[in-house]
């Protein structure tokens, strides 16, 4: 098994910048992916960012040139910068992880973003 914890959410202005963490205990060995994930009030949950194992990133269209997905494995923590921020990316944001294939089956509690205009 594999916990996940967030934190780093709360209310900022637009333009602003946030960073959120993600911190992994368990049986972290066996990941081979970790992501972030959005869901806005009356909307669907949404891909954010992933980095896998080897480093290796990747973004929604939405996010990208001011998000800044990161891990420090000595750690244990992943992190997602997020600057230039918009109302629209208010929402509840949630770290995920996978020792799968595709899906990930690991998630944390979620932590608040609210950015106001």
């Known amino acids: 098994q594999v916990q996940l914890v967030e934190s780093g959410g709360g209310l900022v202005q637009a333009g602003g910048s946030l960073r959120l963490s993600c911190a992994a205990s368990g049986s972290i060995f066996k990941l081979n992916a970790m992501a972030w994930y959005r869901q806005a009030p009356g909307k669907q949950r949404e891909f954010v960012a992933t980095i896998t194992s080897r480093g290796s990133t990747n973004y929604a269209d939405s996010v990208k040139g001011r998000f800044t997905i990161s891990r420090d494995n000595a750690k244990n923590t992943m992190y997602l910068q997020m600057n230039s921020l918009k109302p629209e990316d208010t929402a509840e944001y949630y770290c995920?992880?996978?020792?799968?294939?595709?899906?990930?089956?690991?998630w944390g509690q979620g932590t608040q973003v609210t950015v106001s205009s």
């Open positions: 995920a992880a996978r020792d799968r294939l595709v899906t990930f089956n690991y």
